[in-house]
């Protein structure tokens, strides 16, 4: 979310320059509406927004338990603005005007941070390897790079092959059961999940089972 619609606009390149899926809002409300999903890894939030405050949308967001990253991205640089943002709820703050190698490597910090529930040991299947920690899935030669709630899920059913994995589990082991995530964010992740393992053709499908859950099938 960014005041600033030209900066919005050059940090989204430069953000799937770098192979970050990337969703813009230029308002407040909007931002807040789209942050709210849960569907994100990280909120790059500005202070100065039309239409609501920065400030006021992530103690929002906190109160509603939205515990996605939330970076604050602005010019006021006043000590004690830093202080306010921090205390609200913020993970990380950058002042502007900033070096663009300074905002990737504070991203990939926040990452670090939330991929300590990750595994590291690779995991093979006879079509794939997954590296849990960098979200890369490998198959035939090609590649793609997964969300940090992607690499959360599909750990997750690779680790459980062949058995159904319940909506509750997977809310409790990807979002928390304290979460007041709606449970259908889990089909939208999981949507997310199946159209980039599909691209690769590596033969493994997530299918529903109704009224209980998910499983990982192969071939």
Not at 96 to 124: G, W
Not at 128 to 149: A, D, I, M, Q, Y
Request: hydrophobic content about 40%.
């Amino acid at each position: 979310m960014e005041d600033e619609v030209r900066l919005a606009e050059a940090l989204s390149y430069i953000f799937k320059k770098n192979g970050y899926g990337v969703d813009v809002a230029n308002d407040g409300i909007t931002g807040q509406d789209m942050a709210e999903t849960g569907i994100y890894d990280l909120i790059i939030l500005d202070r100065m927004l039309p239409g609501k405050e920065g400030l006021q949308i992530l103690k929002e967001l906190r109160k509603s338990k939205v515990v996605t990253p939330v970076l604050i991205l602005t010019a006021k640089d006043a000590v004690g603005d830093r202080v306010e943002g921090l205390d609200c709820g913020a993970d990380d703050y950058l002042i502007k005007p900033f070096a663009t190698e300074e905002l990737l490597a504070r991203i990939r910090a926040l990452q670090r941070r939330q991929s300590e529930v990750l595994q590291s040991e690779c995991i093979k299947t006879s079509t794939l390897s997954f590296n849990p920690l960098s979200g890369e899935v490998e198959s035939g030669g090609e590649s793609v790079r997964l969300t940090l709630k992607e690499a959360q899920l599909l750990e997750l059913l690779l680790r459980n092959r062949k058995q159904v994995i319940t909506r509750e589990q997977i809310f409790d082991k990807v979002w928390g059961l304290d979460s007041d995530i709606e449970i259908n964010t889990i089909e939208v992740h999981l949507s997310y999940l199946r159209k980039k393992l599909n691209g690769l053709n590596c033969g493994i499908s997530i299918e529903a089972v109704r009224g209980i859950g998910y499983c990982l099938k192969e071939g």
